[in-house]
């Protein structure tokens, strides 16, 4: 492959590079009067359809798109679901270097030059803010029991996108995960995490052999506390679900199983964010 390419997919690493934030409620905490899981229940009507957790298998995509065919989607499709169940099975962690050794242990698992250029740009964003790790793993708080009847399910999307002089090829995994999780007390809650993957080529072969890939991560967490998030230590659930928790968590639970929806349907209030921040180190 031409040296200009080599540079081009290393430039578009940076480019994508990761982002991350969990939604932000402000609405009065309900009082206790029924349980967190009976408040869910019409979060649980609409994940019935999903796959269980513990059988998640994802399909490798295979869609011409464009002058790109069919097996070409699916060859690059391949290198995303090595990283999807990497960063699926970094499911819990202990403390905040824990979760800094898994996005390490992530970043190993990419193929060749990708690998290189994620931990890179995993320096990068440890050093511009403390929620940087989110973004490439999502790890629950260890003190917490993930339950067997968590839910899974996926879609894919691939388009044609410019990358520099070259018409190159994107292809995006959307996963969402609702974790049904067991307090210290016996009650049931729920975390739900939408998580994006995208690797871009203008040469899927080259790419394939190399792991010389533009990339992106990205995610989104519901009925999350924000203080965790925000110090990069595991996530941990609300300690109560009020209306907005409730709410936040349907939208992304909304779209049906094999429905596709990019990071960008899932808009943040970084005002919201900053706010909830700010309490959180008062």
Known sequence: MPKPFMALAISAT???????????ETTEKPTK??????????????????DLLTDAKI????????????????????DVIKLAEKQLSLDQATSKEHVEQLVDEFASSAPGVLSDNMRKQAKKDARDRDTWSVAYVQPISSSYRIEDDSRFTYAWNAELVPVEDYMGLTVTLFTRTAYWLR????????LSIGRWISLSTAEPTYSVSTGDYGWRTASREYNSDICPFAKGEPLVPETTTGAEELESLEKIVTPSPSSF????????????????????EA
């Open 33 to 50: 009067t029924e349980s967190t899981e009976q408040r869910l229940a019409p979060v649980q009507e609409k994940i019935e359809d999903w």
């Open 183 to 190: 307090t210290d007390d016996g009650e049931r809650t729920m």
């Open 14 to 24: 940076l480019l994508l590079s990761a982002c991350s934030a969990p939604a932000v």
């Open 59 to 78: 399909e490798p995509f295979n869609e011409d798109t464009d002058k790109f065919s069919g097996d070409q989607v699916e060859m690059v499709s391949k």
């Open 261 to 280: 929806a990019p990071v960008a349907d899932f808009k943040l209030d970084q005002d919201a964010i900053d706010k909830a921040i700010a309490k959180c």
